[in-house]
């Protein structure tokens, strides 16, 4: 399946996108930048057999848009949650590695 960005004033495609995460983060990038944010905006996901169907426009579309954009964030976070305990750990176990050698004599 495809995502597509339209822009509804102009019939504009704004942007053809593999997922909907990078089309909404399109969207979000889109209404940042216009002066009339997600009003003028339009997703769409076209199924393999080409036939679009609409997902979200205006305010449904800035909705699902900050929703995404939160998800993103979280998942963010716990990566560098994850990086930061698995740094910890490996630092730790280094640490009573020395400890060791040092109480050994080496």
Do not use: C
């Not at 995460?21 to 969207?27: F, K, P, R, V």
């Not at 940042?32 to 769409?44: A, I, K």
Request: hydrophobic share 40%; no cysteine.
């Amino acid at each position: 399946m495809r995502y597509s960005l339209w822009h509804t004033q102009s019939g504009n495609l704004v942007g053809d996108f593999e997922t909907e995460d990078a089309a909404l983060s399109a969207a979000a990038e889109a209404a940042r930048y216009s002066g009339s944010g997600y009003e003028d905006l339009m997703l769409e996901r076209d199924s393999d057999a080409g036939t679009p169907e609409l997902l979200a426009a205006g305010t449904a579309l800035s909705l699902r848009a900050a929703g995404a954009q939160r998800m993103i964030q979280a998942s963010r976070h716990r990566t560098i949650a994850r990086d930061v305990q698995t740094q910890a750990t490996r630092m730790a176990a280094k640490s009573s590695t020395v400890r060791k050698r040092r109480a050994i004599g080496r």
